[in-house]
């Protein structure tokens, strides 16, 4: 289990995210959280390359920052509709544009994550599909004065007031929070093995 794999670990959450903190808390980690001071850019790629890239470059900001024996987590969310990106939106007036585009539609959400660790890292992604009901203005003005979409991936939180929105979430839900948990343990028993050969 993870928290028995990084029971002997200094791990180093490179992200200030409420999210990931609560879920690595949940999971009996030990951490120390350091944020990466980077700007996440949109592009041409595919989102899930971008995401891994984010995360890629997460992890090198905080490795070169604590000792080489810290195991280095960090991680990027991004939300796509038709492969159009939906980052954090800039003001209330984006939040709002984001969730009439995501009004009774699906979409996915990809997390990347890089785990550093004795210079070597492992990258992997994370796909779930999320499907939002009808939203009308009201519901769309009403969410947005909550504060919530202001600091997330297309706007919109599925572990808060956005969760009354989701008719269907297909694949991993703590994908969708910020943090694929499954993908995270393959992840780590793969690195601590290779630790091992």
Do not use: W
């Amino acid at each position: 289990m993870i928290h028995e794999l990084l029971h002997y670990k200094k791990v180093i959450l490179a992200s200030l995210s409420p999210r990931r903190k609560e879920l690595f808390s949940l999971l009996g980690i030990s951490f120390t959280a350091i944020p990466a001071e980077l700007e996440e850019t949109i592009n041409n790629e595919a989102p899930q390359t971008q995401a891994m890239q984010n995360a890629l470059r997460k992890a090198q900001i905080v490795k070169d920052k604590v000792n080489k024996d810290a195991l280095v987590v960090s991680a990027d969310t991004l939300v796509a509709l038709d492969n159009h990106i939906l980052g954090k939106p800039a003001n209330a007036e984006e939040a709002g544009k984001y969730l009439r585009l995501l009004s009774g539609r699906s979409h996915s959400v990809y997390t990347g994550i890089c785990i550093y660790y004795n210079d070597l890292a492992e990258i992997n992604y994370e796909q779930t599909f999320v499907t939002f009901a009808e939203l009308s203005e009201a519901e769309i003005n009403s969410y947005i004065a909550t504060g919530e979409p202001l600091d997330k991936a297309g706007a919109y939180g599925i572990q808060g007031f956005g969760a009354q929105f989701i008719t269907k979430v297909e694949g991993c839900y703590f994908n969708v929070m910020g943090f694929p948990i499954r993908l995270f343990y393959n992840m780590l028993k793969t690195i601590l093995g290779k630790e091992e050969l």
